[in-house]
């Protein structure tokens, strides 16, 4: 049996694991099985006790795997899931060979390295980022220790993918004035949002302006959501930016996305070379930050009762939807940083159980450059709430929406 270990990488389209699968299946005559392993995730806890799944993203992860089901049934592939770990499964079935994507956080590694001391024979690959350790710009070893160095090189370096042209079925993809995410997580609709929002003229041709936006469908390309199931791959977006680029002659909107791309990418190889450094208190710093843990306030945060209009009503939405604007992600972590004065790794523990689009180095390096502890060259990332929410929420209708 050769099997397709399912992680961030559940697409059909641009994924070198589902290609090796299918081939070597093809090839050997052998049953191919894709599996998805839960890891105990589903009861698990984390820091103070915060659940590593809430009810929402365990439901989005589940459909994820439904719809990929529905799409590798007609192909002859059975999709299993296991509660457990992957190597428990896959020693347990005496699979003879595993295909999977590689990881660049900390617990994933030993995952795949347990993995590859059960398996007689395993196949990787990088699907997840744009590059892999051995041809990332400037070389792993040589990752600068802030973002701009590293969004240079990369942009010397002028990288295209050549992937194929997509068989995209065209499929309505829904906008909404108000909810982020009337989406599902299955491929299709990542690749209907794909086409809607390169083609539709308030899309992509207006990113840069409307980014910071904080109400509805369309004032970012919510491609985060697909990005981290892997439902979607980033050079594909990368590939989508040059296209419409080319097309229009040149448009500092669109070439923005690709620049957003690159801090997701930076992150990832920051989680690689940090390893567990990245969960730890003091980050990449010699000494912890001055703030601790209280119970209390942190459920204030938690709930949206802090009697700070513009985080209350980030923190109400990131609960009831499972997403939130990098804004009001920015916001809410900086207030728990720093107005409440707790601990931050807190506050990425309970991104970590709510964001559908969690990523481990998305989401541990973003708060670890808010805390001050990553990879920002600014000691302290303060940002003042009221003076942000007169800014971004001038009329206050996120605010009005949120708190109703
Ligand atoms: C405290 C905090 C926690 C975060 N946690 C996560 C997380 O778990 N998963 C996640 O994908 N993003 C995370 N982000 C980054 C960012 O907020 C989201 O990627 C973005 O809001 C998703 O919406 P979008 O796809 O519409 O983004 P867009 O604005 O359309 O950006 C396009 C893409 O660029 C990437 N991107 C944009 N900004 C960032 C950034 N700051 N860091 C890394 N990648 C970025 C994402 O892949 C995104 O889909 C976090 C940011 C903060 C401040």
């Known amino acids: 049996m050769i099997v397709w ?14 290609n090796y699968l299918r081939d070597a299946s093809i090839q050997t005559g052998t049953e191919a099985v894709a599996l998805f392993a839960w890891n ?23 459909g994820s795997l439904d719809s990929l089901r529905a799409e590798l049934e007609p192909l002859g592939v059975k999709l299993v899931e296991t509660d457990g770990s992957a190597v428990d499964w896959l020693t347990q079935c005496a699979a003879d060979e595993v295909v999977f994507s590689r990881s660049v956080a900390f617990d994933e590694r030993r995952e795949e390295e347990a993995v590859r001391a059960a398996i007689p024979k395993t196949a990787s690959f990088w699907t997840h980022s744009l590059w892999s350790p051995m041809n990332i710009p400037g070389g792993l070893n040589h990752l600068p220790p802030t ?14 993918f050549n992937l194929a042209p997509l068989a995209i079925t065209a499929k ?13 997580p ?4 990542a690749l209907a949002r794909l086409r809607a929002y390169f083609s539709q003229p308030e899309g992509a041709r207006q990113y840069k302006t409307r980014r910071n936006g904080l109400l509805g469908t369309e004032f970012s390309t919510k491609f985060s959501i697909w990005l981290a199931s892997g439902a979607l791959s980033p050079k594909r977006v ?11 002659g040149g448009s500092a909107d669109v070439e923005w996305i690709r620049v957003e791309l690159l801090w997701r990418e930076y992150f990832q190889w920051v989680a690689y070379t940090a390893g567990s450094r990245l969960f730890s208190q003091k980050g990449f710093r010699d000494a912890a930050p ?52 707790l601990d931050w790794r807190y506050g990425a523990a309970y991104f970590e159980s709510q964001l559908l689009d969690y ?3 998305s989401n541990w390096a973003n708060w670890a450059y808010i805390a001050g502890v990553g990879t920002d060259p600014r000691p302290i990332r303060r940002f003042n709430t009221v003076k942000q929410a007169n800014d971004y929420d001038p009329e206050g209708a996120f605010r009005n929406y949120w708190l109703r």
């Not at 820091?47 to 009810?55: A, D, K, N, Q, T």
């Not at 973002?147 to 295209?160: S, V």
């Open 5 to 18: 270990w399912l992680r961030h990488d559940r697409r059909l389209n641009d994924n070198e694991c589902w």
């Open 40 to 62: 105990g995730l589903k009861t698990a806890t984390g820091l103070g006790g915060i659940p590593r799944l809430s009810p929402k993203r365990r439901s989005w992860i589940s």
């Open 147 to 160: 973002f701009t160095p590293f969004r240079h090189r990369a942009e010397r370096e002028h990288t295209e």
């Open 172 to 184: 309505h993809s829904p906008q909404h004035p108000s909810e982020s995410i009337p989406f599902s």
């Open 186 to 189: 299955s491929e299709a609709d």
């Open 238 to 248: 990368w590939q989508e930016c040059l296209a419409l680029e080319a097309q229009l």
């Open 290 to 341: 001055q703030t601790g843990f209280h119970a209390q306030a942190f459920q204030r945060w938690v709930d949206g009762t802090t009697g700070d209009d513009f985080v209350d009503a980030g923190m109400r939405e990131l609960a009831a939807t499972g997403f939130s604007s990098n804004r009001a992600r920015q916001n809410l972590a900086s207030y728990l940083i720093h107005d409440m004065g």
């Open 359 to 361: 990523d481990p180095a």
